[in-house]
């Protein structure tokens, strides 16, 4: 198989994966994104929407530590796009609301 032809099959999937998280199918897409975002964590290679788009869906599947790693990985990385700082700010708003979900459970317990 040609490069080309390789990228175009790898371009497909990742699509693929933003598709599931975008129809909530998050297990799906954790499923179809996990291999990208592993390849992309040892390459250290910032991609921003991957790693936004993941997170979501852990955090959507009650992953809350994977999506803490993924957050705290996407906070380091550098926005080269207006589309890449709204996925930032997208984050930041689930990471807020899981804080104060998390607050109110706490205060629930006392």
Known sequence: ???????????QEMKEGFQLVKEK????????????VELMRRSSAPHIRL??????????TGDLEGFLQTYAE???MEAKSEE???FKEQLDGFFNDLM???????????
């Not at 198989?1 to 371009?11: C, G, H, I, P, S």
């Not at 199918?25 to 990208?36: C, G, M, S, V």
């Not at 790693?51 to 959507?60: M, V």
């Not at 104060?100 to 006392?110: A, F, M, N, P």
């Open 1 to 11: 198989m040609e490069k080309t032809e390789k990228l175009k099959v790898f371009a």
């Open 25 to 36: 199918r998050d297990d799906e897409a954790l499923n179809k994104l996990k291999p990208f």
């Open 51 to 60: 790693f936004s788009t993941y997170s979501i869906a852990q955090i959507r």
């Open 74 to 76: 996407v906070k380091e």
């Open 84 to 86: 890449e700082t709204k």
């Open 100 to 110: 104060e979900e998390l607050q109110k459970d706490d205060g629930q317990l006392s």
